[in-house]
């Protein structure tokens, strides 16, 4: 089974940056449509970024301009590069499949953003 494994998060200062990456276990992202979801503190886990098998991608109307999902499949590594940080993109980043599949949930790396 493939295992996802999140890193990267942080403690930065609103206006900040950070990029996360995801590591997938084997070779995984190019043959799924794959996500970075947000879970912020007492709020549902939601889609953020999105990457098509073919490199397309999605944003989510609060992160589009800032947030930039890309991946390198040689490394099995998905990244997230989140620019000019505000206090509400404070949250557990996690990556996943679209639609999420329950089993691929790691643990997540917490980004938290200071004002």
């Known amino acids: 089974q493939v295992q996802l494994v999140e890193s990267g998060g942080g403690l930065v200062q609103a206006g900040g940056s950070l990029r996360l990456s995801c590591v997938a276990s084997?070779?995984?992202?190019?043959?799924?449509?794959m996500g970075w979801y947000r879970q912020a503190p007492g709020q549902q886990r939601d889609l953020v970024a999105s990457?098509?098998?073919?490199?397309?991608?999605n944003y989510g109307d609060s992160v589009k301009g800032r947030f930039t999902i890309s991946r390198d499949n040689a490394k099995n590594t998905m990244y997230l590069q989140v620019n000019r940080l505000k206090p509400e993109d404070t949250g557990v980043y996690y990556c996943?499949?679209?639609?999420?599949?329950?089993?691929?949930w790691g643990q997540g790396t917490q980004v938290t953003v200071s004002s």
């Open positions: 990457i098509t098998r073919s490199g397309s991608t």
């Open positions: 084997r070779s995984f992202f190019n043959l799924n449509v």
């Open positions: 996943n499949t679209v639609p999420a599949l329950a089993w691929f």
